[in-house]
Nanobody, 125 residues
Framework: QVRLVESGGGLVQTGGSLRLSCAAS????????MGWFRQAPGKERDFVAA?????????YADSVKGRFTISRDNTRIFLGYLEMNNLEPDDTAVYYC?????????????????WGQGTQVTVSS
């Protein structure tokens, strides 16, 4: 059994920054791709960013390119981060970390096997 736990969400003003973390426990999934998705109230869950387990590939949604950076620490089983800068009110959502057994580009939520419970990010105007 794999459990993903996100942390680092909160309330921030427009233009501010947050750093989300994602850590896994349970079965080793170090060779899984890591993805971040988000879901705003009344909307579908959307892709945000993903990183290959070997760190050689990353991909971002157009809406966050240049503002968000995904990274991971491969000294741990499954540990990663989403650095979010210059936040906008449209970034307000619950952010989910997820793990996929292979690299998908473009990533789709259906391709991801394990999910965290989500962390709320609220950007005030």
């Amino acid at each position: 059994q794999v459990r993903l736990v996100e942390s680092g969400g909160g309330l921030v003003q427009t233009g501010g920054s947050l750093r989300l973390s994602c850590a896994a426990s349970g079965r080793a999934i170090s060779n899984y791709a890591m993805g971040w998705f988000r879901q705003a109230p009344g909307k579908e869950r959307d892709f945000v960013a993903a990183i290959h387990w070997n760190l050689r590939s990353t991909t971002y949604a157009d809406s966050v390119k240049g503002r968000f950076t995904i990274s991971r620490d491969n000294t741990r089983i499954f540990l990663g981060y989403l650095e979010m800068n210059n936040l906008e009110p449209d970034d307000t959502a619950v952010y989910y970390c997820a793990a996929a057994p292979r690299w998908y580009d473009p990533p789709r939520s259906i391709d991801y096997t394990y999910w965290g419970q989500g962390t709320q990010v609220t950007v005030s105007s």
